[in-house]
């Protein structure tokens, strides 16, 4: 029994997205970072898409999703972000994976019983979040030991990319090739998505995008320069008339001052429709609106379909919440947060169909 809701996922974009990012590269190299199980995609179809195009690098959050991605990427880099816990150097060389060394002590655990296996080392260069100190780096990387290990590679994270015109974007970028000098053998790693758009002198060797491969604008406020991803249908349940002085929904929260044809759909914050998105923007159904009337429910979201031509309402109709009529970024925008959470959220219980895979 097919599920309400379908998520369509493209790989095909996906790829060609990647493609375009590293074309941004004058070193020519750009991995794929799918964490969250692919900013919610599928790691385990997006990972394989993007290494048939030739990527070679994947970045995850956590040991576990790196342990998973390995069954789909047996041959990939799997760089693990959020670093590495004592008892974890064995299940990072059983699964081949690279940790991202957040501290001293980090780096000294892998020193100590790694034996020579590959590990990067992040710089925490303005988010002061994960990451070694810049002192702290300084000290480790004038050690005899730290230098003559075999680094793969030295990363730092921005914190404003998407505001171009923020002073610690380049505060960082100097920050991080200042430290990088010490380990100069060591390939670097800078630019996030939003960070690729910053001009070249902020990529380093290894570009890292997340968000703009499944579609997300990184440059916001200019036009996105990637493909769409992702089409959510869900299934229009029920059309009944609503008249005026009628409400519609929790709270009330709707009033009607005309008599209002009301769609209910299969699809509610329980699925990844954020509750704040109550009473914003549109779904679509051939190019007609539907604009969401009321509160988001649980489970059910309110259209008003007063406008369509009767004949297209009928239940078991499908409604397209976003894709090309409405992207991620138009939802986010609506709901007062960004492309990242409408992603990671995106479709729990939906059918998921991948489409564009070679
Ligand atoms: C998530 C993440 C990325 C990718 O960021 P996007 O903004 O999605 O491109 C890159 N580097 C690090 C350290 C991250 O945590």
């Known amino acids: 029994m097919p599920a309400p809701a379908r998520l369509t996922i493209d790989l095909g974009a996906v790829v060609s997205n990647w493609q375009f990012l590293k074309s941004q590269a004058t070193h020519g190299q750009c991995a794929g970072v799918v964490?969250?199980?692919?900013?919610?995609?599928?790691?385990?179809?997006?990972?394989?898409?993007l290494y048939a195009a030739g990527c070679r690098q994947f970045f995850v959050a956590h040991l576990p999703e790196g342990i998973a991605l390995r069954?789909?990427?047996?041959?990939?880099?799997?760089?693990?972000?959020?670093?590495?816990?004592?008892?974890?150097?064995?299940?990072?060389?059983a699964s081949r994976l690279i940790p991202v060394l957040n501290d001293p002590g980090q780096v000294a655990l892998w020193m100590k019983e790694a034996q020579g296996a590959a590990a990067a080392i992040h710089v925490?260069?303005?988010?002061?979040?994960?990451?070694?100190?810049?002192d702290e780096a300084r000290t480790l990387f004038t050690e005899p030991s730290v230098q003559a290990y075999p680094w793969r590679l030295l990363m730092s994270h921005f914190a404003c990319a998407d505001e171009p015109g923020h002073p610690l974007n380049q505060i960082q970028r100097d920050a991080f090739f200042d430290i990088a000098k010490?380990?100069?053998?060591?390939?670097?790693?800078?630019?996030?998505?939003?960070?690729?758009?910053?001009?070249?002198?902020?990529?380093?060797?290894l570009l890292r995008p997340g968000v703009a491969l499944y579609g997300v604008n990184p440059v916001p406020g200019k036009p996105?320069?990637?493909?769409?991803?992702?089409?959510?249908?869900?299934s229009i349940l029920q059309v009944r008339r609503v008249d005026?002085?009628?409400?519609?929904?929790?709270?009330?929260?709707?009033?009607?001052?005309?008599?209002?044809?009301?769609a209910t759909v299969a699809y509610g914050y329980a699925d990844g429709y954020i509750r704040s998105g109550s009473g914003k923007g549109a779904a679509y159904l051939s190019g007609h609106a539907l604009p969401i009337l009321g509160r988001v429910s649980m489970d059910l979201l309110t259209l008003d379909a007063t406008d369509l031509p009767e004949a297209l309402v009928h239940p078991g109709a499908m409604?397209?919440?976003?894709?090309?009529?409405?992207s991620v970024d138009d939802v986010a925008n609506d709901a007062g947060t960004i492309g990242y959470e409408i992603l990671t959220d995106l479709g729990r219980r939906a059918d998921r169909v991948y489409i564009g895979a070679r």
Do not use: C, W
């Open 35 to 49: 964490k969250a199980d692919g900013y919610g995609l599928g790691a385990d179809k997006v990972g394989p898409a």
């Open 71 to 93: 069954t789909a990427l047996p041959q990939a880099e799997i760089f693990v972000l959020n670093g590495l816990l004592p008892g974890e150097v064995g299940p990072y060389r």
């Open 124 to 134: 925490d260069t303005g988010m002061n979040r994960l990451g070694l100190r810049v």
């Open 182 to 205: 010490l380990l100069p053998d060591v390939p670097t790693s800078l630019a996030n998505s939003s960070g690729i758009f910053l001009g070249t002198d902020y990529h380093g060797d």
């Open 224 to 234: 996105n320069p990637l493909k769409s991803t992702v089409t959510l249908e869900t």
């Open 244 to 262: 005026p002085g009628m409400s519609v929904g929790y709270g009330a929260a709707h009033k009607a001052d005309r008599p209002t044809r009301v």
């Open 319 to 326: 409604v397209e919440l976003f894709g090309p009529s409405r």
